[in-house]
């Protein structure tokens, strides 16, 4: 178990483990072309966090299709 005293996360190892994976699993070149976080988690066999994490380090939009379905589908089971 990993501890320490500094507030620089650069320090922790699970922040370098990701911030080394998330090039490796995921080249720009390749994540650049999809759009939505479900079809990058398919294609790179990444949890929804990394798909997120690299997307955004890369400044790529991508479309979280978890929170638009959640939104679609809010408030339809309500009973009167």
Do not use: C
Request: net charge positive; charged share 30%.
């Amino acid at each position: 178990l990993y501890r320490s005293q500094s507030k620089d996360r650069r320090f922790n190892p699970e922040w370098q483990a990701d911030y080394f994976a998330g090039p490796l699993l995921m080249p720009r070149e390749a994540l650049v072309r999809f759009k939505t976080v479900s079809k990058v988690m398919q294609a790179f066999g990444v949890s929804r966090g990394a798909a997120l994490r690299r997307a955004r380090e890369i400044n790529h939009s991508l479309i979280d299709d978890k929170v638009r379905a959640r939104k679609k589908g809010h408030g339809m089971n309500r009973t009167p």
